[in-house]
């Protein structure tokens, strides 16, 4: 029997069991639109957070205090309080480190924002006014503070477009007093709408000096990071070797295995964040695999009763000239044209998911979301299905094939 | 030189330990072109030994020859092509395939042959109207009446023009009117065209259309004797 035969043979006899057809590819359905929908939003999520990634700009780099964390157990050794202001003294000295263009300190907290009645929880972050440099982000109303409010520890705060339209609403802000933590800070500076720049969403801050938000805001003397900018990208990984050598000195440290900070550069995080998503990712589409397993199980106990509710097809059949292999050929078929219908539809419904879940992100979330469909997910979602069909379609096959085709024509 | 030699021919069916004989050695041969008559009681073995006869099964002792060949000659894909090419069934229920016309049940047996495709639609047309149903060609099988349907499956036995005829109580369903025409033109088969057919039947008067009756009884041949009087089932319609 001819290929095109047994396919039409097939087609036939699920025809003949339209609404039973349709349910049993139900598990499968459903598990490939799990693996598309989560690989699509995965490779999303992926690029989102890349892009946020890029964000940071190829020139920035970032010191953080404590050891690269390798893995569960290291973390208990990160020390938090190893970044100071001598380190930043001595990174800014050109003698130590050569292209670096930009430097600031950097202090971070979520504290209480209040103004009148209005109180908000909001991102403050502790700056030198270079961090308008290096982010590229300039007050739209009013102006940043200065290299002296720094020495002065003034009580000064830049704030962002949303921090602002929530505290002030229509009303101007600029030289009102808010309260950070129950401290007064003059508002001298409205950062225009930008939403996320490298680590921080911009309408979403306060800014204060750094020397102030560490004494009378945190009450500490280290830093959280160190964000630095290199003068040209060719120059970055020279700039970090110099950073690594120069905190190593200051820090008495001759072994790196030591250290106590670690620098991460756009490529570094670009890496890491690759792999957390990919093993994301993985996990994930495991787990609508199991879905899929549950769903091939279905498909070979339908198939079953299938094969004995038409032994008599079966036995005539082979009364008529089917040999074994044809009787496989087409119980087979049936399975796999099942089960790829199972994957087709799966992954047009896990498309369309996909789809609307962009959708969702990207307007109701505001998220610089892009709907990506990798090839990779419905070659994926082809060929699993169809291979579930080849596996739990063979058992079921292999009865219908070696049935005597006298008892198939016997049985009532 | 006969086209089925039976000798001695066994079968036991062996389930769960216990050991049924069915047939208990039964020997005789048909010539081609003949029409034998396979009559018996129920559980005589007639219908046992037509599954032997038609490699529907496989005999337990003794020797079954077709074609010259004895049947463990013939591998399992020589078996299937032997029932395609060669053998052609008809059944007490019909079997036709439900929800599929009567011309594509009848080029069934066509899908398993090596016959090339664009002759199928032409054989089968023949094979419809040579039982006379050419006015039912694209009906499906469920709007037939019972004689049609016999018809229908004696036009796929047909189909691939095989040597030998196996019908099995072929008008055991059927009203007498309808059981006349199938017996008419199951008589034509061996008449006009020439092929062998072995008929099964526990009626004598059904028996007796054929030139030669085996009667069986408790799996062993009781009798084989040429029928003097025979049924022309055409003269009915004659009259």
Known sequence: MTIRHSLKTALNGLQAHRSRSLLTILGIVIGITAIILVMSVGRGAEDLILNQVRGLGSRTIIIAPGREPTGPSSFAEISTDSLKLKDVEALKNKANVQGLKELTPAVMQVSTVAFENESVRKNVLGASELIAKILDIYPREGSFFTDEDIRQKASVAIIGSEVKEKLFGASDALGEK????????????????????????VD????????????YLMGINYFNMILAQSESEDAVPRVVRDIELTLRETHNIDDPEKDDFHVTTQADAAERVSAITSI????????????????????????????????????????LGATEKDVLTQFLMEAVILTALGGIVGILLGVGFSFIASLVLSKIFLLQWVFTVPLSAVLLGLGVSTAIGLTFGLYPARQASLKSPMEALRYE | MAIIEVKDLEKTYYNDGVDTPVLHGVSFSVKPGEFVAIMGPSGSGKSTLLHLLGFLDEHTGGEYRFDGKTADEYSKEEISKVRNKKFGFVFQAFNLLARTTVLENV????????????KWDDLARQAIESVGLSHRLDHESSQLSGGEKQRVAIARALVNDPLVVFADEPTGNLDSKSGKVVMDIIQQLSEKHGKTVILITHETYTAEHAERIITMRDGNIESDKRVEHRHIARDHFKK
């Open chain 2, 107 to 118: 080029k069934l047996p066509l899908l398993y042959s090596d016959t090339p495709e664009e």
């Open chain 1, 178 to 201: 808010i309260k950070i933590k129950g401290r007064s800070f003059r508002v001298v500076g409205v950062l225009p709408p930008k939403g996320q720049v490298a680590l921080f969403n």
């Open chain 1, 280 to 319: 994301l990712t993985i996990l994930l589409v495991s787990v609508a695999a199991i879905s899929l397993v549950v769903g091939g199980i279905g498909i070979m106990n339908i198939m079953l009763v299938s094969v004995t509710e038409r032994t008599r097809e079966i036995g005539l059949r082979k009364a």
């Open chain 1, 204 to 215: 979403d801050i306060v800014v204060v000096p750094y020397s102030t938000a560490q004494q």
